[in-house]
């Protein structure tokens, strides 16, 4: 079992800057590949950026690609979403993840975070 709480959240004007971090519980929490999601308000929840558990690998959707890094520190059971050059359209809750399988399909991930708002102004 794993818990998630993610926190960084809140609002930012275009081209600034936050991270974003997932605290999580659980023995087992470096076994799993991770994840962020985000949802804007009337649309899916999309992948934005996943971590392999297994050799540190990294994938990202184009649209965030150059700006935003993820990054994990088993150590500490965190994972990271820095976020730069911020722009309105990545306005939207943010979700952490944790999981297996194809990196990027939201059915794979079994463990959810409650999401932290992330909102940029224009």
């Known amino acids: 079992q794993v818990q998630l709480v993610e926190s960084g959240g809140g609002l930012v004007q275009a081209g600034g800057s936050l991270r974003l971090s997932c605290a999580a519980s659980?023995?087992?929490?470096?076994?799993?590949?991770m994840a962020w999601f985000r949802q804007a308000p009337g649309k899916e929840r999309d992948f934005v950026a996943a971590?392999?558990?297994?050799?540190?690998?990294?994938s990202y959707i184009d649209s965030v690609k150059g700006r935003f890094t993820i990054s994990r520190d088993n150590a500490k059971n965190t994972v990271y979403l820095q976020m730069n050059s911020l722009k309105p359209e990545d306005t939207a809750v943010y979700y952490c993840a944790a999981g297996g399988g194809t990196y990027y399909y939201k059915g794979d991930y079994y463990y959810w975070g409650q999401g932290t708002q992330v909102t940029v102004s224009s």
């Open positions: 971590i392999n558990w297994r050799d540190g690998s990294t």
């Open positions: 659980g023995r087992t929490f470096s076994r799993y590949n």
